[in-house]
């Protein structure tokens, strides 16, 4: 079973078992981050009445450390995925729930003009109009959220959550093993890089009428 090795068990074939950990904790709390910041987002730029309501609570909890959360995870879940999931989540959420809001908002006027008299329903241009025009920047908030759901799955990890290449790394630490705690560094860095590489395949493949992606 995953993660039910021994402290020494690192060093020994377990790379890909340490791979699979950790990219299951970053999808599904990035997934997580994505659904709720993208739709929220949306919501915040397009209409004042839940920019009023909302977006004060989120500049509000914004500039608490990422850090700083991983007690109350760990409270609130106990050692166990749940903790890191969420915390992946929150770190995520933010760069994308701000992005999509700033590109909902920048919204040409025009277009919004265009489709209502091209016969567009006003309940439908959130997704129709909105969605398409905000769409370079919600890519932008995605591929921030996701290096720092990356981050942030090697900090949960190191405290949170057994296995993982997080795991792997201060385990490595505590028994000064440099060698692998380059090795860990550097395999999460190819994992996001790799990762980053993904989103912007699939901005490129939807955006092809901007000349901004």
């Known amino acids: 079973m995953f993660g039910e090795r021994t402290q020494f068990a690192w060093y ?15 999808l599904a709390g990035f997934a997580i981050a994505a659904a709720v910041g993208v739709t929220l987002g949306l919501l915040i730029g397009w209409s004042s009445l839940v920019r009023d309501l909302v977006d004060p609570t989120v500049q509000l909890l914004r500039p608490i450390p990422m850090t700083a959360w991983l007690p109350f995870a760990t409270f609130l879940f106990g050692i166990q995925d749940t903790a890191a999931v969420f915390l992946i989540a929150m770190g ?5 729930v701000v992005n999509s809001a700033a590109g909902a ?5 025009v277009l919004i003009r265009a ?28 591929r921030l959220g ?3 759901a990356w981050v942030l799955v090697i900090v949960s990890e190191m405290l949170a959550v057994r296995g993982g290449l997080g795991y792997a790394l201060w385990s490595a630490y505590q028994f000064i093993r440099m060698d692998l705690i380059i090795a860990s560094m550097i395999s999460v860095g190819a994992l996001g890089f790799l ?4 989103l912007q395949a699939i901005a490129h493949r939807l955006l092809r009428w901007s000349q901004g992606i």
């Open 105 to 109: 908002e920048r919204t040409p006027r």
């Open 195 to 198: 990762f980053d590489l993904l």
């Open 12 to 26: 020994s074939g377990t790379w890909f078992e340490y791979v699979y950990l950790s990219g299951r904790r970053v």
């Open 115 to 142: 489709a209502l008299m091209l016969g567009t329903k006003p309940n439908k241009l959130l997704y129709r109009v909105v969605l398409p025009s905000a769409l370079p920047s919600i890519f932008t908030g995605l």
């Open 146 to 148: 996701m290096g720092i």
């Open 92 to 96: 995520a959420f933010f760069p994308i």
